[in-house]
């Protein structure tokens, strides 16, 4: 009988020690996006707990994802690939948004579309941290101090609304070349989610 998600999780997560377990729930808490997961929840949460939490808030699909940027961003890299491979494997029913069809990059599938705008619903949902990302776009000159400002006022400040916002204006500007920049950018914040996207 396959493995159900939960139990890729529960596994994942009881392979971690104490302290990397706690490191988890806390940044957990302190992600940006919505939904959010209050701390009072998952503070004394054992595996088990911690992926019933993860699975009722983000659904069994988001759980993975969160998952795989949480052990990221805790340095738990191993983990997060140990993920990454659960999801691309055939009996795994976990989608990662716009996947493409075969691994042969993007050129390939899709000449005459950027990478960045083929996966422009993935990246806006998936993306986590666009702060950093909004500061090497200005340091890059590819976007203005005032973007900058208009981005990180954007409706409401959700993660999401950042990323529309800049899909909206200074990536449909910029061209190809302020896209590939753009891609870079990303591939050094987020490796992950862009091996991911390009089914690597």
Same mark, same amino acid.
Not at 60 to 69: C, L, M, W
Not at 73 to 98: R, W, Y
Not at 136 to 155: E, F, H, Q, W
């Given at each position: 009988?396959?493995?159900?998600?939960?139990?890729?999780?529960?596994?994942?997560?009881?392979?971690?020690?104490?302290?990397?377990?706690? &490191?988890?729930? %806390?940044?957990?808490?302190?992600? !940006?996006?919505?939904? &959010?997961?209050?701390?009072?929840?998952?503070?004394?949460?054992?595996?088990?707990?911690?992926?019933?939490?993860?699975? %009722?808030?983000?659904?069994?699909?988001?759980?993975?994802?969160?998952?795989?940027?949480?052990?990221?961003?805790?340095?738990?890299?191993?983990?997060? &690939?140990?993920?990454?491979?659960? !999801? &691309?494997?055939?009996?795994?029913?976990?989608?990662?948004?716009?996947?493409?069809?075969?691994?042969?990059?993007?050129?390939?599938?899709?000449? /005459?579309?950027?990478?960045?705008?083929?996966?422009?619903?993935?990246?806006?949902?998936?993306?986590?941290?666009?702060?950093?990302?909004?500061? %090497?776009? $200005?340091?890059?000159?590819?976007?203005?101090?005032?973007?900058?400002?208009?981005?990180?006022?954007?409706?409401?400040?959700?993660?999401?609304?950042?990323?529309?916002? +800049?899909?909206?204006?200074?990536?449909?500007?910029?061209?190809?070349?302020?896209?590939?920049?753009?891609?870079?950018? $990303?591939?050094? +914040?987020?490796?992950? +989610?862009?091996? /991911?996207?390009?089914?690597?």
């Amino acid at each position: 009988m396959s493995k159900t998600v939960g139990d890729i999780l529960i596994g994942v997560l009881d392979d971690l020690g104490e302290a990397e377990l706690k &490191k988890f729930r %806390r940044k957990l808490c302190d992600r !940006k996006q919505e939904p &959010k997961v209050r701390r009072g929840i998952v503070e004394k949460a054992d595996p088990v707990d911690l992926v019933d939490i993860l699975t %009722r808030t983000f659904t069994e699909d988001g759980a993975v994802n969160v998952a795989i940027e949480v052990l990221v961003a805790i340095d738990c890299q191993n983990v997060a &690939k140990e993920l990454m491979e659960f !999801k &691309k494997s055939p009996g795994s029913c976990v989608t990662s948004g716009d996947r493409m069809e075969s691994a042969t990059g993007p050129t390939k599938m899709n000449q /005459d579309k950027h990478f960045v705008d083929h996966h422009r619903t993935a990246l806006i949902d998936r993306v986590s941290q666009v702060e950093p990302l909004l500061d %090497r776009l $200005l340091d890059k000159g590819i976007i203005t101090p005032n973007t900058y400002s208009d981005v990180m006022v954007a409706r409401n400040r959700t993660t999401q609304n950042r990323m529309r916002e +800049l899909y909206d204006g200074p990536l449909k500007a910029c061209g190809p070349k302020g896209k590939d920049i753009f891609l870079d950018i $990303l591939m050094k +914040l987020e490796p992950f +989610l862009i091996s /991911d996207l390009k089914g690597e």
